[in-house]
């Protein structure tokens, strides 16, 4: 019997000889949190813009309504509106 022992894990060697190859190295904590982060960034803009012919645009066009949004609420809290109320 011993033999037949021998001779069964002999036959399983030559498999475990090309196992090195089949490894993934796991990058280190720091770069697989950087192409999470990246994927994360990539799936959230492939996601915003699906259907949009030009995202370039769409994006000019948030901003410019940001920066009317922005300047209206300063001029709103400083110059309170430019209503004046008259007492009397």
């Known amino acids: 019997m011993p033999r037949q022992l021998n001779k069964s894990m002999g ?3 030559p498999c475990l ?3 090195a190859d089949d ?6 904590p720091e770069t697989r ?13 492939e996601t915003a813009y699906r259907g ?5 645009a769409v994006e000019r ?3 410019k ?7 209206a609420m300063t001029t709103s809290v400083s110059g309170g509106g ?3 109320w008259q007492v009397g």
Not at 35 to 41: D, I, K, N, S, Y
């Open 52 to 56: 949009v012919k030009n995202p370039e």
């Open 65 to 71: 309504q940001e920066e009317v949004e922005k300047r």
């Open 11 to 13: 036959m399983c060697l």
């Open 33 to 45: 949190r950087r192409q999470l982060a990246e994927a994360a960034e990539k799936r959230q803009k």
């Open 61 to 63: 066009k948030r901003k």
């Open 23 to 28: 490894v993934v190295v796991t990058p280190d």
């Open 17 to 19: 000889g090309g196992a």
């Open 82 to 84: 430019g209503l004046k």
